[in-house]
């Protein structure tokens, strides 16, 4: 077919294909949250509710994307590694960003209700997205065990300063000034002389966020078959192999997990 005198707009387009052999990470956080989470009456300083909806909206871009190895999330935000051999949508980076943004920012909206029951979506939520490439696995191991440092970090501040203001009657500022300087020795000390709080107690979805990998399930249903010298239909079982997303909440910054699961890196998963 002809082209049009229009067609070398399209040279305009620039190219932004994933270096080879690299692990593309794309993490998307949620657009000024610190409102959303306000308006929303999210309690503090964990909302399980929200932090289950976002582990399922989670699920649901593994499920539908392609080439997804795992994902992490913890408060607002979720990142999805691609397989370091991917070449879905010819590892162009726009292709990978925006279809996960938008998967999960509808996933969102569509199992809100199934999780906020009682609390009305009171306006379009939105996510942001960047793509990163690791060229090594060190480095893969290394940007996850920063997220889940981050969630670590975040979470033992905001444990202590919310006990402070909530069950301590302090005001956050005051709760802010209390904290200066203090060591995460400090904190679990604050919490546990005052406040009965043995931190590792505390839910592990909110100490270590929430890791989702693949896991193959065996799914057991009954099919009527009609054989041919027989009249009558039989039920016979039916064993099919199937895979489904696993949220798991462990340590994924020490080497143990990766020693559990050498698949996860080599090149055939
Ligand atoms: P951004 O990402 O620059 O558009 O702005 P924010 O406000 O989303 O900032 P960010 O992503 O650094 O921080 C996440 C905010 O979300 C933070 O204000 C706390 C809030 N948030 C996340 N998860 C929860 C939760 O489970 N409970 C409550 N109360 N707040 C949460
Ligand atoms: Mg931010
Ligand atoms: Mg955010
Ligand atoms: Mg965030
Ligand atoms: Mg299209």
């Excluded at 593994?62 to 949508?89: P, R, T």
Aim: charged share 25%; proline share 4%; hydrophobic share 35%.
């Amino acid at each position: 077919m002809a082209k049009s005198k229009f067609e070398y707009v399209r040279e305009f387009e620039a190219d932004d294909t994933c270096l080879r052999n690299c692990w593309v990470v794309i993490r998307l956080d949620g657009r000024n949250f610190h409102r959303f989470s306000e308006q929303h009456n999210f309690s503090k300083p964990n909302d399980a509710r929200a932090l289950h909806l976002m582990n399922r909206c989670a699920q649901n871009v593994m499920q539908e994307l392609e080439d997804i190895l795992l994902a992490y999330g913890q408060s607002d935000e979720y990142s999805f590694v691609f397989h370091k051999k991917s070449n879905w949508f010819k590892r162009r980076a726009s292709k990978f960003i925006t279809h996960v943004a938008s998967q999960f920012a509808s996933s969102f909206v569509f199992y809100w209700k199934d999780y906020f029951a009682e609390q009305p979506l009171l306006y379009p939520p939105g996510f942001d997205g960047r793509a990163v490439l690791y060229p090594s696995d060190q480095n893969l191991k290394d940007y996850l065990s920063w997220r889940q440092a981050d969630c670590h970090i975040n979470n033992l501040y905001n444990t202590v300063f919310w006990s402070l203001v909530q069950e301590g009657g302090l005001t956050p500022s005051q709760a802010q000034e209390r904290l200066r300087g203090t060591v995460a020795a400090d904190k679990n000390e604050i919490m546990f002389s005052e406040f009965n709080i043995n931190y590792n107690n505390e839910p592990l979805m909110y100490r270590k966020g929430t890791l989702l990998l693949w896991q193959k399930v065996n799914e057991v249903t009954m099919k009527k078959i009609k054989m041919p010298q027989e009249a009558e239909e039989k039920e016979v079982q039916v064993t099919r192999s199937r895979s489904q997303t696993v949220p798991l909440h462990c340590d994924i910054i020490g080497e143990l997990f990766w020693e559990e699961h050498p698949e996860l890196l080599s090149d055939t998963s």
